[in-house]
């Protein structure tokens, strides 16, 4: 699979109930908690519209239909946002639930978007490149002529099984139909820097997840809870599932910057374990180098189950890869303190009610992969507004700090080459994308255990998380007179 894909698969999801059920089961608690009107809160829970289109290929020589879909959870804000995943398994049912999520995750880091998914039922892994670009760009101009697709409607991203190279494809698709629209760039996002992307939107819904494990960290209570010491992730021994995108990001800033022990990495040809802590640069490495596989790997203890491996005792349990994975069939055999949602819906319903009672803390993924659509947002104005992040201003910014550290010197104290080197710099486009990222993560994390801390019936963080978004939507929608 393509690294840069922006999730990973390992593991088949439980078949307890279906990922929209589960997602609608949490709304239906996390609506107990708020006074709203029912009727509101129904309409707000269910998805606004769904297209499903079925369309021709011509694969050497062989014609070849496929079917996809686009789901619009909710429209309260334009354009609607979510990823386009591309996998075996998607269903109709697969991308409602995702669409859920994405109105839900972008009302909780205030991202002025609605909720969208789409999916396309095919391996990619099965077609060459060239078959690849025909079927996404056939697909992209089915949702084009539908109006799927458009900087102000709808605005697709990457997602499982799909990554910068088919967002250029999308771009570029939807440029050729739609020469007239001055905004045409910003019709999709994880496009290639070199194609009207982001500095930093590939790495960050692993940032993201690193910025809110760490805000978890700065509370003592909040930490105390997950029976963990410390205010730090430094030392923590962590297991991840995953190596996509998501899973690569977020264990190698966790080894490389926070000092995590990365023990335990799963994909889906198996796993490996090593209490002392793992490279993770060189098990990514291996894993390019040997199909997108992980068997094999010359360190630590090698399980051919990967499963087994969720199940191994450590303290920040990170599932990166499908929904369902850990499941009413594994959830009371876990023995992480922490669990950490990089993908989608990897704890079901069922496996939280277990989780809850045996003390296990979940930071839920409509926070904490909230990270992609946040820097995908960056790229969206940045888009409409035809000019990169700190263009105007870097330079700027430097000159005045080299004057400051000029009078500084003037008035006869020393400041160390270092520093100098630091302050003296204006911003770039990369800082400012990881400053406003982290500013995000941040804020939407203390919104969330307030929330948790002051309501005796908000029973989890995911709960609280939830609560908060239907709130938002549904203020957003009574604001524009729509009320039963
Ligand atoms: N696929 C990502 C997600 O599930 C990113 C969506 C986006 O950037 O619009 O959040």
Request: charge should be negative; include cysteine; charged fraction near 25%.
């Amino acid at each position: 699979m393509d690294s840069n894909n922006e999730m990973d698969m390992t593991v088949p999801p439980d078949k307890e109930m279906s990922f929209l059920e589960s997602v609608n089961l949490t709304f239906d608690m996390a609506l107990t908690t708020l006074d709203i009107p029912e009727g509101m809160g129904q309409y707000i829970k269910n998805v606004n519209n769904v297209y499903q289109v079925r369309f021709p290929v011509k694969i050497n020589g062989v014609v070849e239909t496929f079917i996809g879909w686009r789901a619009v959870h909710s429209d309260h804000r334009l354009p609607a946002k979510g990823g386009i995943r591309f996998s075996q398994m998607v269903n109709q049912d697969e991308v409602e639930a995702l669409a859920a999520l994405m109105s839900y995750k972008c009302a909780l880091v205030d991202i002025p978007f609605g909720g969208s998914k789409g999916g396309l039922l095919i391996d990619p892994k099965q077609y060459e490149r060239e078959s690849m670009e025909k079927i996404t760009r056939r697909f992209a101009f089915e949702l084009i002529q539908k109006d799927y697709i458009g900087s102000g409607i709808n605005v697709p991203a990457p997602d499982m099984g799909t990554g910068q190279r088919e967002m250029s494809w999308i771009a570029s698709t939807y440029m050729a139909h739609r020469p007239n629209d001055i905004n045409h760039l910003a019709c999709v996002t994880g496009k290639p820097v070199s194609a009207g992307g982001i500095q930093g939107r590939v790495e960050a819904t692993g940032r993201g997840v690193v910025f809110g494990i760490r805000e978890f960290f700065r509370y003592p209570e909040d930490v105390k809870l997950a029976k963990m010491e410390g205010n730090s992730i430094e030392g923590k021994e962590v297991i991840i599932q995953g190596l996509g995108n998501v899973g690569y990001y977020t264990a190698k800033i966790l080894d490389e910057e926070d000092g995590a022990k990365i023990t335990g990495i799963l994909e889906w040809d198996g796993a490996v374990y090593d209490k002392n802590g793992l490279n993770v640069e060189e098990v990514f490495q291996y894993k390019i180098e040997n199909g997108g596989g992980i068997k094999g790997y010359p360190k630590g203890k090698f399980t051919e189950n990967s499963a087994e491996l969720l199940e191994e005792e450590c303290d920040i349990l990170i599932p990166a890869a499908i929904e369902g994975v850990i499941n009413q069939s594994n959830a009371g055999r876990i023995r992480a303190k922490l669990i950490a949602e990089a993908a989608n819906g990897p704890v079901t319903f069922k496996a939280e009610t277990i989780l809850n009672e045996m003390g296990v803390v979940i930071i839920p993924d409509v926070y904490l992969n909230a990270g992609g659509v946040t820097v995908s947002y960056f790229e969206w104005i940045k888009n409409l507004s035809h000019i990169r992040f700190g263009r105007m201003n870097k330079r700027y910014e430097e000159n005045q700090n080299n004057l400051l550290i000029k009078a500084i010197e003037q008035s006869g104290t020393k400041v160390p080459q270092e520093l100098i080197a630091q302050i003296g710099q204006g911003p770039a486009e990369i800082d400012l994308v990881r400053s406003g990222l982290d500013d995000t993560m941040r804020i939407a994390f203390q919104g969330i255990r307030e929330r948790f801390w002051s309501n005796e019936k908000v029973g989890s963080y995911r709960i609280a998380a939830m609560a908060i978004s239907i709130e938002k939507i549904y203020n957003s929608y009574r604001l524009m007179g729509i009320y039963p």
